[in-house]
């Protein structure tokens, strides 16, 4: 059992470090590489603040996009490591345990409607076709990648339009009907409403660094609490909220492309959209995949984006706040 146990802890670490390695090669030559070598002209860009021209924005945006993916990768990457560190020694504990008599027993909490599964899935599948079209194109001259790609550039120009759209319309959709439920249920109440009552809207940004350093703490000292988390923990809430922010600067860029060109505005849209893509894609490979499906307790797979549902047991453990809310709710 316990040569078993360092096999599978062996090949998580290995998937990890294949998933971390690509998202920082991406980093490296998409971001870092650009950004050294446009280190020479930024303080002539920061000083300029020529903002009447188009050009300077196409550098301004280049130069702040690239840092602010070095800035979101750095501490995703230790949000992952802190959490491979402390639970290596528990590989496969959950996965094992919803499988097991033991598991199947436990009292199964719905943690995701089928709404949210679908939503989920069919974002799954445009962000892959946006993934894949947007990077042939844009690398369709290069000799090395033109090998892999069996399609002519018009198809890959469509597929990505298509996928965008669907994409678009998704999230526009979902913060519709969030927004109004959220709204009437603030008006039936007099605007009081808690917070707390949507815990989607429990994130703010310095409990994502507090948690990285509790997260440490815990796995190197005992008398560092453990971070307590309601329904979502900071990962997800994060990713949530940028789902927005990507696609505001992807979509509308992206739409404004497909009717006027990515020369529109001296490139100012396709270096928004450029460099967003690399930000989303690099985040979804290194952290949500990486912390999702390969955190040693889920690993290999969490399902939950599946089956939607979630064993009592792990809910007390990962989700405390929760699980305190569902007892006092009589709901378990």
Excluded at 277 to 285: E, G, K, M, S, Y
Excluded at 311 to 323: A, S
Aim: hydrophobic share 50%; aromatic share 16%; net charge positive.
């Amino acid at each position: 059992m316990e040569l078993r146990r360092a096999a599978l802890a062996l090949v998580n670490l290995v998937a990890a470090a294949i998933t971390l390695g690509v998202s920082w090669a991406i980093v490296y030559y998409l971001a870092w590489k650009p950004l050294m070598e446009m280190s020479p002209r930024i303080p002539e860009i920061l000083t300029t603040l020529n903002v009447t021209s188009t050009l300077w924005w196409r550098d301004f945006l280049a130069l702040f996009f690239d840092i602010l993916i070095i800035l979101v990768v750095a501490p995703g990457t230790l949000w992952v490591m802190a959490h491979l560190a402390v639970e290596l020694r528990r590989v496969g504990e959950w996965f094992k345990y919803e499988r097991s008599p033991e598991g199947r027993q436990d009292k199964w909490v719905l943690r995701l409607t089928v709404s949210q599964r679908i939503q989920h899935i069919v974002m799954i599948i445009t962000f892959v076709i946006c993934m894949i079209t947007g990077f042939a194109m844009h690398y369709a001259n290069d000799p090395y990648v033109r090998l892999y790609i069996f399609a002519d550039r018009e198809t890959f120009v469509t597929l990505h339009i298509i996928s965008g759209f669907v994409m678009g319309v998704l999230v526009i959709a979902h913060f519709t009907y969030y927004a109004t439920l959220f709204l009437g249920i603030a008006w039936r109440n007099g605007f009081r409403v808690a917070v707390s009552s949507f815990p989607i809207f429990r994130f703010y940004t310095l409990s994502y660094f507090k948690s990285l350093v509790q997260i440490f703490g815990w796995g190197f000292s005992g008398r560092v609490q453990r971070p307590r988390y309601h329904k979502y923990d900071n990962e997800q809430l994060f990713e949530y909220w940028a789902v927005y922010w990507g696609i505001a600067i992807l979509g509308i860029p992206g739409l404004l492309m497909t009717l006027w060109g990515p020369g529109a505005l001296d490139g100012v849209l396709w270096v928004m959209h450029y460099k967003e893509a690399i930000l989303a894609v690099t985040f979804i490979l290194l952290v949500h995949i990486t912390y999702t499906h390969f955190r040693p307790t889920d690993f290999p797979i969490n399902l939950v984006f599946i089956h939607g549902r979630m064993p009592l047991k792990r809910i007390k453990e990962d989700h405390p706040e929760w699980y305190e809310e569902l007892v006092r709710g009589g709901r378990v």
